[in-house]
């Protein structure tokens, strides 16, 4: 199985364990998009503790993807991040507002990822959900499992929405002027998605 199958077929695991992660006790310490802290590296990138930069991409020990943000000399931000805006704004920010603000029917991803697991978030994103509201209406989110324009790249937008949720991402606009060079694996890995 390539990595796009193995991608898409951890989406659907995910969907089908997310009930199950959110009540599972935890037995090590290890760091997870939910439990490791901004921090500041010694190069002066801001990202999560315990990243590290393996295939082109940051990633956390638990191999959830993570954001790189360098402030100076000159603000950019790694591929991923970037990417995930212009994915996140292209498909999410219709109903969860420009720079994950939320909107009246779609909760604020600014500020819940920060308590949202990777899996979860894949789960939630790849099968959809329902909520009901105070007063008896219901709240849904469809689901973009078969959406390749999504989960091709569901990990840079959980990248950017997790730099967003820390806060190392303030609002605004991210040009391509504002980003680092498009790694080789990202380039392998659209043809691979797409089935080029």
């Known amino acids: 199985m390539n990595k796009v199958g193995i991608r898409l077929f951890m989406a659907a695991l995910a969907a089908c364990v997310c ?3 959110a ?9 997870t998009g939910l ?5 500041v590296t010694e190069d002066g990138r801001l990202t999560q503790e315990g990243s ?5 991409k940051w990633i956390l020990p638990d191999d959830s993807p993570t954001f790189s943000i360098v402030k100076k000399p000159k603000f950019k931000v790694d591929w ?7 994915r996140y ?4 920010h219709v109903c969860h507002g420009p720079d994950a603000e939320g909107s009246t029917y779609a909760p604020r991803l600014a500020t819940s990822l920060a308590t949202i697991s990777y899996d979860d978030f894949v789960a939630t ?10 007063g008896g209406g219901f709240s849904v989110m469809p689901a973009f499992g078969a959406n390749k324009n999504v989960m091709c790249y ?6 950017y929405l997790k730099a967003r949720a820390l806060g190392a991402l303030p609002r605004g606009k991210l040009s391509g002027r504002m980003r680092e060079k498009k790694p080789d694996e990202a380039r392998e890995y659209d043809k691979e998605c797409f089935g080029e």
């Open 89 to 92: 704004h292209d498909a999410c």
């Open 23 to 31: 009540t599972a006790e935890e037995d090590d310490e290890e760091l």
């Open 80 to 86: 991923y991040t970037y990417n995930g805006y212009r």
């Open 52 to 56: 590290k930069f393996e295939d082109g």
């Open 19 to 21: 009930s199950f992660s």
């Open 154 to 159: 569901i990990d840079d937008i959980y990248t």
């Open 35 to 39: 439990t490791a802290k901004k921090v």
């Open 125 to 134: 994103v790849s099968g959809g959900r329902q909520v009901k509201r105070p």
